[in-house]
């Protein structure tokens, strides 16, 4: 470049400079088109299939007369639409929309496919630690938090789950919704020798007294 005279090597510069610009607005406009994480929205309780027309997540109509569940076609992740006590969660792999009479009745959901070693789930845990920060300023209260205790990303948290393989949350909403959050140890088949845990959230109508 030594050769090279002066005004040539401005433009050189001002050329790279643009293109870089160019390449940052491509990369922004790339990430803008992708597609939003599927989503089911919903409200216990209302009818299924104004959730379905409200959902971008592909699920199939509820069975007339019948009382089931049906699993979104793709990952997705969880809207509660109360205005008082909604929230979101994290992209769940498995997900379960339970009905009865036409109408929404239960959700069962998790992050996982497959049970994970401990410090593994605890990781996916770190997401749920927010969502139950979402409960709390939504207005859910923990419902036995001397005996279930919220969860925690504490050593001492760590070693009663494992002592007791077993983890486990319950949240009440006023008088409309109450969940349960748990992660619990299973036994693997592939990993037979191995703790393994996986973490599920269900909500519903109040049956807890």
Not at 8 to 36: E, N
Not at 118 to 137: G, V
Not at 171 to 186: E, I, P
């Amino acid at each position: 470049m030594k050769n090279v005279p002066s005004i040539t090597r401005r433009r050189i510069g001002l050329c790279a400079g643009i293109l870089i610009l160019l390449g940052l607005a491509a990369m922004r406009l790339c990430a803008l088109g992708q597609p939003a994480v599927p989503e089911i929205a919903l409200m216990i309780g209302e009818p299924y299939e104004d959730m379905r027309k409200r959902s971008t997540a592909d699920i199939d109509p509820a069975i007339p007369g019948h009382t089931f569940f049906n699993i979104p076609k793709s990952d997705a992740r969880l809207r509660v639409i109360d205005p008082i006590y909604g929230f979101v969660t994290p992209a769940a792999r498995y997900f379960m929309v339970g009905f009865d009479e036409e109408r929404v009745s239960t959700i069962s959901l998790s992050p996982q496919i497959e049970p994970l070693l401990l410090d593994d789930a605890l990781r996916i845990m770190l997401d749920l630690l927010d969502l139950q920060e979402q409960w709390r300023r939504g207005g859910w209260k923990p419902i036995w938090p001397e005996r279930e205790p919220p969860f925690a990303d504490t050593p001492e948290w760590r070693t009663q789950l494992r002592d007791a393989r077993q983890g486990t949350t319950y949240w009440q909403a006023g008088d409309k919704y109450q969940l349960l959050l748990s992660v619990r140890r299973f036994r693997d088949d592939k990993h037979p020798d191995e703790e393994r845990y996986l973490i599920t959230l269900d909500i519903a109508k109040p049956w807890l007294q």
